[in-house]
């Protein structure tokens, strides 16, 4: 099976402008969370969407935003971009459903840069 | 609100050393608890979760409800166990990440 798989790889953006990053899961995963990942914050939840529905939030402002088709792929935006939103973007996917126990897998990330 | 604390950011051992990483973790009801690893240059992977009381690459976690903690065990590290250890709490869909240890073991 191919691994989760995300675009761009790297990304440079100014501040104000807005991105949007893509997320591919493993085929049959029907469950994607996007993660934020910086030296001072470490890993921190974004979203996870499920079947097309944001099943669950992170603490971030709503500049952050995503969605999830009906193959799975999900993608996320961020407006108004700052300074401090440069970091990697992970994606996760995972089986989902009612399986109590989801283990995810990882894809490489978005490096996210804001000047 | 969930929290998963890692005590050490890094941790250094020799080679045949036994290591321990440190996870602690408060929510309030029964959480799934996972070990995730990154090696260098290489994306996040999970190494185990507590639900499946297993041993992957001779490495071990038990899941202390008492203590309110999951700690990662191996009796004998090998150089090749040098990489970011996260332990991560699993509740409702939401998952929370520690701030990750920095394993090296040196030869």
């Known amino acids: 099976k191919a691994g989760v798989t995300q675009t761009p790889r790297y990304l440079i953006k100014t501040r104000g402008q807005q991105v949007t990053l893509s997320c591919s899961p493993i085929?049959?995963?029907?469950?994607v969370s996007w993660y934020q990942q910086t030296p001072g914050q470490g890993l921190q939840f974004l979203f996870e969407y499920f079947s097309e529905t944001q099943r669950n939030k992170g603490n971030f402002p709503g500049r952050f935003s995503g969605r999830q088709f009906s193959n799975s792929r999900s993608e996320m935006n961020v407006s108004t971009l700052e300074l401090g939103d440069s970091a990697l973007y992970l994606c996760?996917?995972?089986?989902?459903?009612?399986?109590?126990?989801?283990?995810?897998?990882f894809g490489p990330g978005t490096r996210l840069t804001v000047t | 609100a969930q929290r998963v604390t890692q005590p050490e950011k890094l941790l250094s051992v020799f080679k045949g050393a036994p290591v321990e990483l440190k996870c602690n973790y408060s929510?309030?009801?029964?959480?799934?608890l996972f070990w995730y690893v990154q090696y260098s240059r290489q994306r996040l992977q999970l190494l185990l979760r507590h639900i499946s009381r297993e041993s992957i690459k001779g490495f071990t976690a038990d899941l202390n409800k008492g203590e309110t903690s999951f700690h990662l065990k191996k009796p004998f590290a090998q150089e090749e166990d040098s990489a970011m250890y996260y332990c991560?709490?699993?509740?409702?869909?939401?998952?929370?990440f520690g701030d990750g240890t920095t394993l090296t073991v040196k030869p």
């Open positions: 929510y309030s009801g029964s959480p799934e």
């Open positions: 991560a709490l699993l509740s409702a869909g939401k998952s929370t």
């Open positions: 085929s049959g995963h029907r469950s």
């Open positions: 996760a996917s995972s089986p989902g459903g009612t399986s109590k126990s989801s283990e995810q897998y």
